[in-house]
T-cell receptor, first 113, second 109 residues
Framework: GAGVSQTPSNKVTEKGKYVELRCDPI?????LYWYRQSLGQGPEFLIY????????DSGLPNDRFFAVRPEGSVSTLKIQRTERGDSAVYLC???????????FGPGTRLTVL | GIQVEQSPPDLILQEGANSTLRCNFS?????LQWFHQNPWGQLINLFY???GTKQNGRLSATTVATERYSLLYISSSQTTDSGVYFC???????????FGKGTLLTVNP
């Protein structure tokens, strides 16, 4: 079946702009996770959802970052007033239940000029 | 939070050689996964292994939860095995994954 998909695959924006990154999880998966990977590093946790609610948003770096999952399926990560330090690959993962295997999407490469 | 250490950081092999990658973690875990990140950045799930032993073709993994480590074995390595291998864990009532820094594997023909 289809895996986790993310759009866009690449996003180039200017400092100060607003961006939205989308994640479509595997159908039927109740848990959805966002991670961020900088060059040469392992992915770092941002936020995860169980159903529609954010179960843990402790990884969001500041209040410019926000994520939603209004119907318990697709999720959008929103970044306001982007900064050059936000440049990274943003990864989404989903799992059937929270304790199950997490499957990752291909990521969105965000570049802030 | 839980700490994850992977070793070695880099590994260079000739095609056909075997290798062992190690992952140490600082607390009890409810999830441990091994991933291969290919040159295009895709994280490919290899094993979900919070405890026990699993095998899949030339790859196998063992997690000794009581001693807080996991091992990934690659036998008869191929050039397509090249890339970064990550170990990631979660613990307690939390399911967010904490990743190690990875092992960069290069398999030469």
């Amino acid at each position: 079946g289809a895996g986790v998909s993310q759009t866009p695959s690449n996003k180039v924006t200017e400092k100060g702009k607003y961006v939205e990154l989308r994640c479509d999880p595997i159908s039927g998966h109740t848990a959805l996770y966002w991670y961020r990977q900088s060059l040469g590093q392992g992915p770092e946790f941002l936020i995860y959802f169980q159903g529609t609610g954010a179960a843990d948003d402790s990884g969001l770096p500041n209040d410019r970052f926000f994520a939603v999952r209004p119907e318990g399926s697709v999720s959008t990560l929103k970044i306001q007033r982007t900064e050059r330090g936000d440049s990274a690959v943003y990864l989404c993962a989903s799992s059937l239940q929270m304790q199950d295997t997490q499957y990752f999407g291909p990521g969105t490469r965000l570049t802030v000029l | 939070g839980i700490q994850v250490e992977q070793s070695p950081p880099d590994l260079i092999l000739q095609e056909g050689a075997n290798s062992t990658l190690r992952c140490n973690f600082s607390d009890s875990v409810n999830n441990l996964q091994w991933f291969h990140q290919n040159p295009w950045g895709q994280l490919i799930n290899l094993f979900y292994i919070p405890s026990g032993t699993k095998q899949n073709g030339r790859l196998s993994a063992t997690t000794v939860a009581t001693e807080r480590y996991s091992l990934l074995y690659i036998s008869s390595s191929q050039t397509t095995d090249s890339g970064v291998y990550f170990c990631a864990v979660s613990g307690g009532s939390n399911y967010k994954l904490t990743f190690g820094k990875g092992t960069l594997l290069t398999v030469n023909p």
